[in-house]
């Protein structure tokens, strides 16, 4: 038992998927593909997304599914932006900094979350978008659930006065620092550059503007014994920080995706398998709008509400 890697999720299956224009002005890992049209990405980001959910099912995590058929919602299948789950049955809703963004919030998802988990309270910081204050969840923010810490990289999308506000209601230190990649430009989303699992860390250090701060970041995540892995520029691009650790009944895994994985050297794949197993999806349309497998998950740290075995139907991917 881990409580860092959860053993259920909530995916979203996107229909209409496509980078998202109004984000790509801070964002500096979306690209484009001049190759395709809008539908075929779109088409392409389904199969993806299907994919995912099948692998993690296959590998013993309970995925819960949900679709978007919305047209104006480029970025839903990035959930973790918009809402967070955690132990003792709270939940907690962000501020978003896009507002195209902010209708991804839906109320079919949380009403599943109170019926198959035991949600006592639903903390709502979503108000704080009226005076310009953003915290655009697990994607801003990378908490570490065994040492109460939240590591933010300064952005638009991360708020020093929402931050504060996050962790003064959750329990959490906040942590936060200035980052930037190679070229100088700021980091958009805190979990492109770390991955906190429960024996080792992902991060990229160098990244982290101040040499006082690296250090005392590195510190502290190495505080419960686990082990750093130190992450280049060019692995942060391809993001083999965005990874998330689940825990299914096998034990274990990391979840990245195939670029991430093929960027990894064979001393960083060891320090990860003495604890995980890899599982690693192909997913390179999703790619395109600036987030990778982690950004795709949010993970589900409540407990499961007991279920009649009459009322269990089973899961498919229609």
Not at 156 to 180: K, N, Q, V
Not at 217 to 225: F, I, K, S
Not at 229 to 255: K, M, P, T, W, Y
């Amino acid at each position: 038992m881990s409580v860092q890697s959860p053993s259920a999720v909530v995916l979203i299956r996107p229909h209409h998927f496509g980078p998202n224009p109004a984000t790509a002005v801070d964002n500096a890992f979306q690209s484009i593909d001049p190759t395709r049209d809008a539908a075929a990405i779109a088409r392409d980001a389904y199969v993806e997304s299907t994919r995912l959910a099948e692998a993690l099912e296959g590998a013993g995590i309970q995925v819960h599914l949900f679709e978007d058929t919305e047209s104006v919602r480029p970025d839903s299948v990035f959930p973790n932006n918009w809402f967070s789950t955690h132990p003792g049955g709270r939940v907690a809703v962000f501020p978003m900094y896009s507002p195209n963004r902010r209708t991804e919030r839906r109320a079919d998802i949380i009403e599943l979350l109170k019926e198959r988990f035991r949600v006592q309270d639903i903390i709502d910081f979503s108000g704080l978008e009226q005076d310009g204050l953003f915290l655009e969840g697990t994607g801003a923010m990378v908490l570490d659930h065994t040492n109460r810490v939240a590591y933010a990289a300064a952005s638009h999308r991360a708020d020093p006065l929402a931050l504060e506000r996050f962790c003064a209601t959750f329990g959490y230190e906040p942590m936060m620092f200035a980052a930037s990649d190679g070229r100088g430009i700021p980091i958009y989303h805190t979990n492109v550059m770390m991955c906190i699992a429960t024996d080792f860390a992902l991060v990229g250090l160098s990244l982290i503007v101040d040499q006082r701060r690296r250090q005392e970041v590195a510190d502290r995540l190495a505080e419960p014994g686990r082990e750093l892995i130190d992450l280049s520029d060019e692995q942060v691009a391809d993001f083999a920080g965005n990874a998330i650790e689940l825990r299914s009944s096998d034990g274990r895994i990391l979840v990245m995706s195939t670029r991430a994985e093929s960027s990894l050297s064979g001393a960083q794949r060891a320090v990860i398998e003495r604890s995980c197993r890899i599982l690693a999806v192909e997913i390179p349309t999703i790619e395109l709008a600036g987030g990778s497998v982690r950004c795709m998950i949010a993970g589900i740290h409540l407990d499961r509400r007991p279920v009649a075995p009459a009322t269990v139907a089973a899961h498919t991917f229609a």
